[in-house]
């Protein structure tokens, strides 16, 4: 019975199973400052493959 008790009377876990994964994101600072950096890094260096992929061979 103690056992149960002591489990009981822990406090519950921040980010447990039940808080959603998007809540989780958009509490976490350095979460959202790494995304807002990376997220337009990765479509600007796409964006640029893509444009020098279109370029036409000179002949």
Do not use: C, N
């Not at 350095?30 to 061979?57: D, K, N, Q, R, S």
């Amino acid at each position: 019975m103690a056992e149960h008790e002591r489990q009981e009377a822990q406090p519950a876990d921040p980010f447990g199973p039940d808080i959603p994964v998007m809540q989780r994101i958009l509490d976490s600072p350095f979460l959202l400052l790494f995304l807002w950096i990376a997220i337009p890094t990765v479509l600007y260096l796409i964006w640029g493959i893509m444009e020098i992929v279109t370029i036409p061979i000179a002949k």
